[in-house]
């Protein structure tokens, strides 16, 4: 059974910085094949795509809002994927999840969760102004 556990969330100050963890174990491919994404979502607002890697390629994708601020990376070796966070607005306050691709077709624009089969279960991020 493939497990996620997400991490690093907490508060900060607008402008200031975070660093996400995802750890992915139980793992029924090996890690290269999977696109591993993150996901927010805030009190009474949809569920949308921040960024995602595919870590086959290194192929990324990041939506417009946090594009220029948050990098997102890949430790293929601890089956770990980083979401770096910098220049934090309020706007960014929501739980952070990521999701797991097992067949690596999800990282593209318009990221939906549809193609993530597996989810960790979120971490807090709040940014107060």
């Known amino acids: 059974e493939v497990q996620l556990q997400a991490s690093g969330g907490g508060l900060v100050q607008a402008g200031g910085s975070l660093r996400l963890s995802c750890a992915v174990s139980?793992?029924?491919?090996?890690?290269?094949?999977?696109?591993i994404a993150w996901f927010r979502q805030a009190p009474g607002k949809e569920r949308e795509g921040v960024s995602c890697v595919s870590i086959r390629d290194g192929t990324t994708y990041y939506r417009d809002s946090v594009s220029g601020r948050f990098t997102v990376s890949s430790d293929n070796a601890k089956n770990t994927v980083y979401l770096r966070m910098n220049s934090l607005k309020p706007e960014d306050t929501s739980v952070y999840y990521c999701?797991?691709?097992?067949?690596?077709?999800?990282?593209?624009?318009?990221?939906?969760?549809?193609?993530?089969?597996?989810w960790g279960q979120g971490t807090q991020v709040t940014v107060s102004s």
């Open positions: 999701a797991a691709d097992p067949y690596n077709l999800g990282c593209v624009p318009d990221l939906e969760g549809t193609d993530f089969i597996d």
């Open positions: 139980g793992l029924t491919f090996g890690f290269d094949n999977y696109a």
